[in-house]
């Protein structure tokens, strides 16, 4: 899966001079919590977020009036907050590589460039759906969590049992175990009952962590 298969590829942007309160009301109108900043060849200049905005605002101490509040906000331009070293990605990384960038830089969002032309977006809230599909979380079926032996074939010993009974996998992912000798199998599988289940896997796997029947999301 790439970024350029998931990314969102209406972008909603915001120009250097746009005035804070502008901005922040076309991000709330969006609804959105971040943009990209961008000239006007579409050129990525810098990033902003819903925080960086909110951060201009004088805060509620101050003991300026509210007109004199909204003149000094609106003469403060979005290019005077935002972030200009902008990590980016492209259309053919791969979504993983993506979502670690995000984790490890603890940020929310990745403009997806093509050359210096912003035309995608991918955020938090898309790898969150990619989860739920990955999970199966909006489908039917039994949801199993076993620890299974981190050894070459032992995964389609499990997947090979389900089959011959009759079982389906609507999702499959693996994960770290409790040790480097197990990997922790999370899988929803429908054409089975849960007790059918849990005594096809339980000869195949070191322990049983999770069995539950799931309905549909």
Known sequence: MLVGERMRRQVITLRPDMPVPDAVRLMHNEHIRRAPVVDS????????SEMDLLKASPSEATTLS???VTYLLSKITVERVMTRDVITVTEPTPIEEAARIMADNKIG??????????????????????FLELLGARE??????A????RPGELAKLTAAVYQAGGNFLALVTSLGETTENRLVTA?????ELDQLRRIVA??????VDLRQ???A
């Not at 060849?41 to 902003?48: A, E, P, W």
């Not at 929803?188 to 089975?192: P, S």
């Not at 000869?203 to 049983?208: A, E, N, R």
């Open 41 to 48: 060849r579409g050129r990525l200049l810098g990033m902003v």
């Open 66 to 68: 509210i007109f004199e």
């Open 109 to 130: 969002g990745l403009p997806v460039m093509r050359g210096r032309e912003v035309v995608g977006i991918v955020t938090e809230t898309d790898l969150f759906r990619i």
């Open 140 to 145: 039917a079926g039994v949801r199993l969590a």
């Open 147 to 150: 620890l299974v032996a981190n």
């Open 188 to 192: 929803k599988v429908e054409g089975v």
């Open 203 to 208: 000869p195949l796997v070191q322990k049983i």
């Open 214 to 216: 799931m309905a549909a």
